[in-house]
């Protein structure tokens, strides 16, 4: 699955579970590390997207911020594969659906996609089971959303 078949992905039987938030922030995460780089101003676009959430609903910056840190040492211990699995289960398919138009929106708030952002969300896109329609009208909105 081409951004997720990354050396280290495997990890024995150690099994990677999340809570829905938790699976939340995974994405969010993987989507901004797609490109091999995280900047502070894509940390601040990840939590201010996560505050809107209902799922984040009562939660200071403070809080959804380790929330990230704790969810991000979990990713890289156990691997992008993983954690995908781990946020697929533990997703009802109408978040996982949410959570694919979260990532979707980190990676298009500048407007474009590197090659390896579209590969992110392509694989991602299969993983959560996000139909191709769905994505389409997802990407076309935000798209709209972000030109100003």
Do not use: C, W
């Amino acid at each position: 699955m081409g951004l997720f078949n990354r050396a280290g992905d495997n990890h024995g039987d150690d099994v990677l579970t999340f809570d829905q938030r938790q699976a939340f922030a995974a994405m969010a995460i993987l989507a901004v590390a797609s490109d091999a780089h995280i900047a502070d101003h894509e940390v601040t676009h990840i939590v201010g997207n996560l505050a809107r959430k209902r799922l984040f609903r009562g939660d200071d910056v403070n809080e959804i911020g380790r929330l990230l840190n704790g969810v991000s040492r979990l990713v890289h211990r156990h691997g992008a594969t993983a954690a995908v699995e781990a946020a697929r289960r533990a997703l009802a398919p109408d978040l996982r659906e949410a959570a694919y138009a979260v990532a979707a929106d980190l990676l298009l708030a500048n407007g474009t996609l590197q090659d390896t952002e579209r590969r992110f969300l392509g694989d991602l896109r299969h993983a959560l089971g996000v139909s191709a329609e769905l994505a389409g009208k997802i990407a076309e909105v935000l798209t709209i959303k972000n030109r100003g």
